[in-house]
């Protein structure tokens, strides 16, 4: 496994450093809207209505935006998370707890594209 | 182009006669400051883990229909989903700011034939490119454009 996982660790860090700048560009403005303007009720009326959030999300650019909404902040999340876990003496756990993070990670971004497909 | 070289291809043949002690962790070495802010910055990757499965969650209601869409707006204006979105924003407030610090510092001397920006230059376009991205979300979100 820890083969594999040196083997893998390119595409890895591909994921994990664009989960950080993809994810945090686009993750804000969502943030903003559905943290802060929903429940303060600041969103104009029928803004986020199914049928516009349908069209929005539906078409490519943004089924590609929804994708990298869900899956990059998954790889960035799991790679921080194995970091972590090294850094408090996991060394030895390294190869189960990189297994279960990317195994969360790799099952959320097909999820991701069954969802996206669904739209 | 030549192949890369061997990792140890400049080791001596045999190791070295010097005795040296295993690397230790310092005592309370996750206390200090540096490593403190360290440390937050592997731990907000909890945060983008539950954001990702969120998202998902959102998405996955999107092509559900009407019904399972307000439901889940529904939910967000519940304390618990607007207490764990504003520690979701901080989180990516604190990674953006950290990252695009970092970022300039990580540059190749040369990228091909050129070379990289200089690093304030880099930093004024990062933080440019993410106030625009996220006023730009923002202003789609909010119906302002595409409505």
Redesign the interface.
């Known amino acids: 496994m820890k083969q594999l996982l040196l083997k893998l660790e390119p595409v890895i860090w591909l994921l994990f450093g664009q ?3 993809v ?17 303060l009720g600041l ?2 009326a ?3 209505d ?1 049928t ?6 539906s078409n490519a650019i943004g089924r590609l935006v ?1 994708l990298a ?6 790889w ?6 194995r ?2 876990s090294i ?2 003496g996991g060394g030895a756990r390294d190869a189960a707890v990189a297994t279960l ?1 990317y195994g ?2 790799s099952l ?1 971004s097909l ?2 594209l069954v ?2 497909a ?2 | 182009m030549a192949p890369s070289a061997h990792p140890r291809a400049m080791a001596p043949a045999r190791p070295g006669r010097t005795r040296t002690a295993p690397p230790q962790t310092a005592e309370g070495w ?1 206390a200090q400051p540096r490593m403190r802010r360290y ?1 937050l ?13 969120l ?2 969650r959102v ?2 209601a ?5 019904v399972a ?2 439901r889940v ?1 529904a939910n ?2 519940n304390p618990l ?2 207490a764990f ?2 520690l ?2 901080v989180a ?2 604190f ?2 700011v950290r ?1 695009f610090r970092l970022f300039p510092k990580a540059q190749p001397p040369r990228i091909g034939p050129l070379k990289p920006p200089p690093a304030p230059m880099i930093h004024g376009l990062l933080y440019a ?2 106030i625009a ?6 202003t ?4 302002g454009l ?2």
């Open positions: 989960g950080i700048l994810g945090t560009m686009l993750l804000t403005g969502w943030l903003l809207v559905v943290g802060l303007a929903l429940p969103l104009p029928g803004a986020l199914h516009r959030a349908l069209e929005l999300g929804l909404l869900i899956a990059l902040p998954l960035k999340g799991a790679h921080h998370l970091s972590l850094d408090f993070l969360l990670a959320g999820l991701a969802a996206i669904r739209l | 996750y440390l910055f592997d731990a907000t990757g909890l945060v983008y883990l539950l954001l990702g499965f998202m998902l998405t996955w999107l092509g559900s229909g009407r869409w307000d707006l967000f204006e989903y607007v979105h504003l979701s924003l990516v407030v990674v953006a990252f490119a993410w991205i996220t006023l730009l979300f923002v789609i979100l909010c119906g595409f409505a």
